[in-house]
């Protein structure tokens, strides 16, 4: 799977060979097993209807459209009195319970992200031993409402607090800087919600969030690491507010100098190449491209892993990169990879 392996001031940085394919298939496969076509039982397929031949018209119709569920998965809405929002949480189930109960997985962004890691998991889980993943919950945490994406609250809800917010390389943004009360979310009313629903392994919980949710992800490392063992940032928005996450860093490293290796948390950073550098497909003089370069997001996930090793030599850091692949299509190989972190 891996083109080649390196270290960085024992950072481990592993740059990997594109696999869309396999990674497609376990995706599609994961759909076409758990979803029976139309009208057929579970038991067995349904006899194919002969082909209508003649003048007959086709008379056949739709009936009226209705939100789609994921067959795999279950939905609960959770008012929380720390951000003042309601949020969707969308909760699939990957195999038998173990004794200790279910690790859990926890997805940022959960309206868009939640149907494609819950997918891979149980398409991945249909050959556990050869896909390297054991039973797990995976949870979605979004936001109670029509959007895919709610851009506005997860600008807030996914950014540290900061002293000044008047530079954070977001103007599309109204508000900033909620981080800390979405993090108080997180630990205080969700965790126990989820711990109270479902049979959970309370030492066994993972932090998986892409581009904002990976900022969100480190803040919640440096802010409370005993909240979970297990932390993935993909393509984490390191660029946000000038890099003020690397003041952040150097403070958690600061509190830790000399307990490092007391620190039980994992750390997973994954970047695409097409995330600095711009995908042939885009012109080099383009906005898309300028700001790409102006980010250097490869350059600051490298130095970003590269400093927190050196500083905390105890905590355990992987930064991987995926050759060929944008700012969108890297996390999906973040979530594949992940799953099988959060499995290690």
Known sequence: MFACKYSVFNACIVQARAHTASFMSSITLGFAMLTPPLGASAEAPATPAKPTTGTHANTSELTSAAPAALPFAREHLLHSTATGRHYRIQVSTIGKPPANGYPVVYVLDGDAMFPVVAAAAQGMWMSAEENRVRPMLIV????????????????????????????????????????????????????????????????????????????????????????????????????????????????????????????????????????????????????????????????????????LQTELPGLSVVLEEYPAQTHATAALYAIVDGLRFASD
């Open 140 to 307: 979605g945490v979004g936001y109670a409402g029509a959007h895919m994406l709610d851009e506005q609250a997860r600008a807030e809800d996914y950014t540290p607090p900061a002293p000044d917010l008047s530079e954070t390389g977001d103007t599309r943004a109204q508000r900033q800087g909620g981080g800390q009360r979405f993090l108080q979310f997180l630990t205080e009313e969700l965790q126990p919600a989820i711990a109270k629903a479902y049979p959970v392994d309370r030492n066994e919980q993972t932090l998986l969030g892409h581009s904002y949710g990976g900022l969100f992800t480190l803040y919640a490392l440096f802010s409370r690491p005993e909240a979970f063992r297990h932390y993935i940032a993909s393509s984490p928005s390191i660029w946000w507010n000038k890099g003020y996450i690397n003041q952040l860093r150097e403070d958690f490293s600061k509190r830790y100098a000399d307990s490092s290796a007391d620190l039980q948390q994992r750390l997973r950073l994954t970047i695409g190449e097409y995330e600095q550098t711009p995908a042939p497909t885009i012109a080099d003089d383009s906005q898309r491209a300028v700001m790409m370069r102006e980010r250097a997001q490869v350059d600051q996930a490298r130095a970003f892993a590269q400093s």
